[in-house]
């Protein structure tokens, strides 16, 4: 099945050591976020609305799930592609 891959035909050379970092980033993001504040707040704060542009929420925007699900698949699939990424250019 390809949304669930068992067996990796190509194994990474090296640890992936900025995908894991942003595994961990985002999920502890996520966790504060729902833990300590209201999601629609957060949201409101630091989601990107194009009708408002601004730098910070672009860049913050990246960090934001909507859901446990959400950021479950999110990071599965940058496990899953962003190791090979990060083995062919480097970190």
Same mark, same amino acid.
């Given at each position: 099945?390809?949304? &669930? #891959?068992?067996? /990796?035909?190509?194994?990474? /050379?090296? +640890? #992936?050591?900025? +995908?894991?970092?942003?595994? &961990?980033?985002?999920?502890?993001?996520?966790? &504060?976020?729902?833990?300590?504040?209201? #999601?629609?707040?957060?949201?409101?704060?630091?989601? @990107? +609305?194009?009708?408002?542009?601004?730098?910070?929420?672009? @860049?913050?925007?990246? @960090?934001?799930?909507?859901?446990?699900?959400?950021? +479950?698949?999110?990071?599965? @699939?940058?496990?899953?592609?962003?190791?090979? &990424?990060?083995?062919?250019?480097?970190?």
């Amino acid at each position: 099945m390809f949304i &669930v #891959p068992v067996v /990796k035909d190509n194994p990474t /050379k090296n +640890v #992936p050591w900025v +995908v894991l970092g942003l595994i &961990v980033l985002n999920s502890l993001i996520v966790a &504060v976020t729902y833990l300590f504040f209201s #999601p629609e707040w957060v949201f409101g704060q630091y989601g @990107f +609305v194009p009708a408002r542009p601004q730098a910070l929420t672009l @860049f913050t925007s990246m @960090f934001l799930h909507a859901g446990i699900w959400h950021i +479950v698949g999110n990071m599965w @699939f940058l496990w899953m592609f962003g190791n090979q &990424v990060e083995n062919m250019f480097g970190s």
